[in-house]
């Protein structure tokens, strides 16, 4: 076979010069060449359109990188059946839901939350269940909602945020443009393009600051004694 064969112009030029409906659309262009290409390789076409609609989630490299570390590094022994479905997800680039709804029981029990917030990038808004994230796993990093993802990834690996509670009320800071230091729009900024932030004159970032102690206080006036104020007055 001729490499010409299999490159995006060839493949999408063929198909279009045998075709003469006038109707034929993007989708189904790709689903011929998809086609094609199965049939060059003695793929049943059958199994590839029952894969695509198993296994609809994206495992990337990062994440089978991700996961394998907090699997070789767990604290407590698996059970065989949690193994085997570890392994399945290690070894896919698309996995199943089932697969990740049970890996959320599997991680609950070998790995810290913070972890699992991270790993199934929970940003608080569907709440604390890590199960009602597993649609995130749709999106590829290109997609708008994957730059979110990635984002929310990153916002708990460099320490920003610890819960997803704070994950979202960090976020609505931004969102509402309510957050008034500039080095932390900015941060937040390349976290959705992909770079790790730099903080200021290497200093943790006030939002950080600010939620470990509480929201700010007035100092209270120390109450002075009539005395006190008379000699005060006196001198």
Sequence with gaps: MEDKQFSPYGLFAREIETSDNPHLTYETLVTRILKRVSDSFHLPWSHVLELSRQAPYLMDSNLHQD??????????????????????????????????????????????PKTIYEFFAMDG???????????????????LRGKHVRAVRLLYRYDVVNTPQECRSFLESIFNETCTTPSIKTCTSSMYVGKRPTWPNGVENSWTRRKRRGPLRKTPRRKVSRNVRRRANRH
Excluded: M
């Design 67 to 112: 996961l394998l570390k907090i699997w070789t590094q767990r604290s407590k022994n698996a059970t065989l059946d949690e193994q085997h479905c570890v392994e399945r997800i290690l070894g896919r680039d698309y996995v199943r839901s089932s697969d990740l709804i049970k890996l959320v029981s599997i991680l609950n029990k070998v790995t810290d």
């Design 125 to 143: 808004y569907q709440g604390d269940d890590p199960k009602k994230y597993v649609e995130l796993f749709r999106y590829d990093a290109q997609d």
